[in-house]
Every structure is written in C-alpha cells, then in structure tokens.
C-alpha cells in the first residue's frame, strides 16, 4: 500500500541524502519524491511515496524519521490527501 510521508526539514546540504539514507536502510523503494521550498527559506518540504507491507512499517519509518537532526516533524499524509483506505 503506497503512504505519503511529509517531512518539514533544515534547508541546508545534506539533509536530502541524510533522508533518503534512513529509507534505504530497511530497504524501502521510493517511488515519488518531492522537494519544496516554503515561504520560509531556512525550511524546506520533503515528501516521498514509499509502499508499504502494512501500517506499522510506515508508522516506524515515520518515527524514525522523526528523530533525524535536520527534521522538524514527520507527518503520515496519506489519509488528508486520498482519503481512508
């Protein structure tokens, strides 16, 4: 089941690579990713698409995220933008 996962990070260098790092390591397979600049210019949107086995794979991955030094927050979006499964 494809998830939206959107992260609001620190715009500086590395935070891309540090992010996609953290998805690769459990070995997950992006399929979208999009970067976005917010009004803000020290603060940037990162959302990707990533198919998930069940829910609690993509609530860990969340979690994880989360907990990263560049993130600011780590939102599961999948519901606000599809709808419930």
């Known amino acids: 089941m494809l998830r939206l996962i959107q992260t609001k ?7 891309l690579n540090r992010i996609t790092q ?5 070995q997950y397979n992006i ?12 603060v940037s949107m990162i959302t990707v698409g990533i198919s998930f086995q069940n829910l609690a794979e993509a ?12 993130v600011i927050s780590a ?3 999948t519901e606000k933008r599809f709808g419930k499964y």
Do not use: C
């Open 9 to 15: 990070v620190v715009n500086k260098p590395g935070v």
């Open 22 to 26: 953290v998805i690769l390591k459990p």
């Open 75 to 77: 939102t599961d979006i």
């Open 59 to 70: 609530e860990l991955l969340t979690k994880q995220l989360e907990k990263q030094v560049d």
């Open 31 to 42: 399929d979208t990713l999009t970067l976005t600049g917010t009004e803000d210019y020290d």
